[in-house]
């Protein structure tokens, strides 16, 4: 890195190698974000500095992995990029301190070895990405614009929680729970479910459809929002028996041949009405996989294998979603025996240019298999990762690339499949 680690925004910084001839690059005015760099020794440093920089980045830097962690204790990161091979802290050691730190900050972590065993374990810690020295600099740059559009996300869901002391767009305050409550109330009743297919490329067909709420009230506009304020007040249980009802509703329209799939929190395990034989969704259990987020712990595995069981006799599948996100892990997979395992996102994007990924995706496809497992891997946004996945032995995928939700069951169209049926 250069003596002054941090490049002031609208300067010139010299052009990365095999760049055209010029002057240099031109930075943005406003910041694309900024990256706590802990590179050591790295010979690729420079080279990735001036190609972050030459984005628009910030790009401070670290020595060690005591300095990185001094300097994310006052804030304003987006990305750490760090080695995986420190000369005072492990990257394993280091992702555990900087979640105890900032557990939303996107960090990246670059080794020198082909570790698949670290990998994967980087990856169950929350490491956006764990990659080889060998990634290109056009690569990098992409994935950490994509761990800055993760990270704001995020901010954005906590910010909408300051929903308690903000001013909402009609005015209101949210200072007071009664307030907060009016809003909710207004925002329930305008819920409504948006689908997305769950695709066979072998099979050139959609297998399901995941049913995602949405809402109108432009108070509580994202689900995330909605959420949040369903957990302040004690509200999760309403919310997620008004999904139910819903989706209980639209699989009347349902292809005869296909699934539904229906999100649930933890915390709805613990509500009698999920279980009761009489209720909407329950009447057609045998065609709903109940799938569970792993990004919110449930607080007791022993409890939950009972509720599944539980689930399970009513006629229900059980799907664990974002494997290789947060909590969810295969220790998660190995304890609550689901039917169906979703991967992350975050493992999908990219898998083409990733050998790391790539791995991992192979042998969790390989374990699922063996066990029985159903894989399905989401956040599929191009041909190239479509076609990546289906060589890695991915069947079932779900994303962009076949289609955004919407409010009735759309069928992908034909030429989305590739070649896979080949």
Not at 116 to 140: F, I
Not at 161 to 178: C, E, H, K, Q
Not at 288 to 301: G, K, M, Q
Not at 337 to 358: F, T, Y
């Amino acid at each position: 890195m250069t003596n002054n680690p941090v490049i002031p925004r609208g300067a010139l910084v010299p052009k990365p190698p095999g760049a055209p001839p010029g002057q240099g690059v031109r930075r943005r005015t406003v910041s694309a974000g900024r990256v706590l760099a802990v590179l050591g020794h790295d010979p690729r440093r420079e080279a990735w500095s001036q190609a972050l920089q030459g984005d628009g980045f910030e790009v401070v830097a670290a020595e060690h992995g005591e300095a990185a962690l001094r300097r994310l204790l006052h804030g304003d990161v987006d990305v750490v990029l760090s080695s995986a091979q420190l000369p005072d802290l492990h990257g394993l050691s280091l992702l555990g301190r900087v979640r105890a730190i900032d557990p939303d900050v996107s960090v990246i972590l670059v080794s020198s070895r082909n570790d698949l065993d670290n990998a994967v374990e980087a990856m169950e810690q929350g490491a956006l990405r764990y990659l080889t020295r060998a990634v290109a600099d056009a690569e990098l740059v992409a994935l950490v614009n994509e761990g800055v559009r993760i990270r704001r996300n995020t901010r954005r869901r906590h910010n909408s929680m300051t929903l308690i002391r903000s001013v909402g767009s009609a005015g209101r305050s949210f200072g007071d729970v009664a307030t907060l409550e009016d809003a909710f109330e207004e925002a329930l009743r305008g819920v409504f479910l948006s689908f997305q297919p769950i695709v066979s490329c072998a099979g050139r067909a959609p297998v399901a459809w995941e049913a995602l709420m949405r809402c109108k009230e432009p108070q509580l506009p994202s689900p995330p929002a909605m959420l949040e304020a369903a957990e302040k007040l004690g509200r999760l249980e309403d919310l997620g028996r008004r999904i139910r009802v819903l989706a209980a509703e639209a699989i009347v329209e349902l292809p005869p041949e296909a699934r539904l799939f229906v999100n649930v929190h933890p915390q709805d395990l613990n509500d009698p009405d999920l279980y009761d034989p009489s209720a909407p969704l329950t009447r057609h259990a045998h065609r709903v996989t109940i799938e569970v987020t792993e990004r919110a712990r449930l607080d007791d595995e022993k409890a939950a294998l009972v509720q599944l069981g539980r689930l399970r006799a009513l006629g229900y599948r059980v799907a664990i979603d974002d494997l290789g996100a947060g909590y969810a892990g295969l220790a998660s997979v190995a304890a609550l025996h689901p039917e169906v395992v979703k991967l992350d996102m975050s493992l999908v994007r990219g898998v083409h240019r990733n050998p790391i990924s790539a791995r991992i995706i192979r042998a969790l496809t390989a374990v699922c298999s063996e066990l029985e497992i159903s894989l399905v891997a989401e956040g599929v946004e191009t041909e190239a990762e479509r076609d990546a996945l289906v060589d890695l032995g991915c069947d079932l995928l779900q994303g962009y690339l076949f289609a955004r939700p919407t409010p009735g069951f759309v069928r992908p169209h034909p030429s989305l499949y590739g070649l896979s049926a080949r």
